[in-house]
DNA sequence: TGTACATCAGTGAACGCGCGTTCACTGATGTAC
DNA sequence: TGTACATCAGTGAACGCGCGTTCACTGATGTAC
């Protein structure tokens, strides 16, 4: 991270990924603003310019992981093609892959304390991921018999939970993860065909 | 906490109980050795005298939080009476309730970024926890058909992974909770119901 | 029952350190004319 | 195309603060005889 201008050009990002350097090597509790700063290549003051304290930094750092979270579980859901339960299978594997991939920003979007409430921006980017899993909910839940059908938030609620579980106990890319006698993807899998059979849609033909 | 006496008399405990009130404040990365040191109304440089340093702190006060979370489960579960359905169930709300009611433990157990491999009694006092979840799963698994039925452990892991997701995102006694448009009980209850039923397990008749 | 002594669990002063934050400043960039 | 000027994004020195940690110490407790 070699500086050639005195401006930086593009501190803002550098910080953020400085962040997610230390949030990643430490956990988010380690990281200083003076360390980003440092990481960056600029002087203890520079970040002023850009953040009004470490939690607005935070505050962004989870709030661009919503935002790459969102785009990455839309790109798996696919618009529900070919069909939903593949779909879905899909986002399931997306939605453990980013938590594995991305611990960093996976613990600063749920793990950090930070208040949802806190910034607007952050709120809607965290309602932007979970409107993705209630329109796969909508999908399944359409395919229910009209009678007896629980509420599609309802579905998506526990698909979420069950996944994020699954990601924070045992499906994590750092230290803190758990032993598992299987690979987080095939709980998450199994799991979520025993909750649908019990929602009374059958089974899929096995593939791919 | 006034103290009469030179020694504290059992400043280990209130070393714990100042660390739990701390989190509970300001989460898990916010309290200090000196902090601690300071609401046990003891110089700084007293706890040194019972821990080697804010890790090992933190590391005891998981491991009571697993104790204490083992007690509340043990007690719940009940062995699996009246029967294993209605024990499961009581088992679901005094998770719920515990991470509610005891969101720094829950912090600690969960959150905190300690690798459950440091501490060798930590690790205990976790497995002990699950080992009533496998518990529980296996009175279900034995009400099973016997083929096609899926291994007890990974029936555990479904219930644990979906009981943990609910607590963490909904569930906490603490800012960083998220807004849930029903009780995080009934949602856990739900989904456990659906996966009973997905297993083969029929609902029983609704009571109390 | 009393005394001498060892051990234990605390004190309080001291230290070095790095963090957060501020400030007047300055080099680089953009723009008006 | 060149010049003057405003604005922006950084510097670097300084500060107060509280933390972690150490040290020789001391008051309290337990025990041997």
């Known amino acids: 991270m070699s500086r050639r201008t005195y401006h930086h050009g593009n501190l803002r990002e550098a910080l953020i990924n400085a962040a997610l350097e230390l949030i990643g090597e430490k956990g988010h509790a380690g990281f200083t603003f003076a360390d980003a700063a440092r990481l960056a290549g600029v002087s203890p003051a520079a970040p002023y310019r850009h953040f009004r304290d470490r939690d607005a930094l ?3 750092v989870a709030r661009r992981g919503f935002e790459q979270f ?6 798996a859901w696919n ?3 070919p069909d939903p339960l593949r779909a879905l299978r899909q986002l399931g594997q997306a ?3 980013f938590a594995r991939d991305e ?3 996976y613990a600063s979007m749920f793990e950090a304390g930070i208040p949802p409430g806190t910034d607007p921006a952050l709120l809607q980017a965290g309602d932007r991921v979970f409107a993705i899993l209630r329109q796969a909910a909508e999908a399944i839940a359409t395919k229910l018999p009209e009678q007896g059908r629980p509420p599609a938030l309802m ?3 526990h ?5 994020h579980g699954i990601a924070s106990l045992f499906g994590r890319g750092d230290a803190a993860r758990r032993k598992l ?3 987080p993807d095939d709980l998450l899998e199994a799991g979520v065909l025993v909750y649908l059979q019990g929602l009374g849609i059958t089974r899929p033909a096995a593939s791919g």
């Open 58 to 60: 935070m505050a962004d």
């Open 70 to 75: 969102e785009a990455v579980l839309t790109k």
């Open 79 to 81: 618009g529900g093609a």
């Open 95 to 97: 939605y453990l892959a």
């Open 103 to 105: 611990p960093a920003y």
């Open 155 to 157: 579905i998506a609620l």
């Open 159 to 163: 698909i979420w939970s069950l996944a």
């Open 181 to 183: 006698p299987m690979a």
